[in-house]
């Protein structure tokens, strides 16, 4: 895996663990609501895990956002650190 795609993973990570203490939601309830394990919201939240196009789809839902929404962030969040990075 490149630098690259697991610096876009730990971004998604984020802005998923940043958008579920937002709504006030446990590991638990996102997983409930996904249907995925807790383990894997947690592996993904630490961005451990590379994620297929389906279980972002259902957290996305889980978390009342569409999939574009959280890869629009990521990206965006991904961009701000390559500006803000020294070289």
Do not use: C
Request: zero cysteines; a negative charge.
């Amino acid at each position: 895996m490149s630098q690259d795609e697991d610096q876009f993973r730990k971004q998604l990570a984020g802005i998923i663990l940043n958008k579920r203490q937002q709504m006030g939601l446990s590991q638990e309830e996102v997983a409930r609501r996904s249907k995925l394990h807790r383990t894997y919201i947690s592996d993904v939240e630490r961005g451990e895990r590379n994620i297929s196009v389906e279980s972002l789809r259902r957290i996305a839902a889980a978390l009342d956002m569409q999939v574009w929404q959280l890869v629009q962030y990521a990206e965006e969040k991904e961009a701000e650190q390559l500006v803000t990075t020294p070289a």
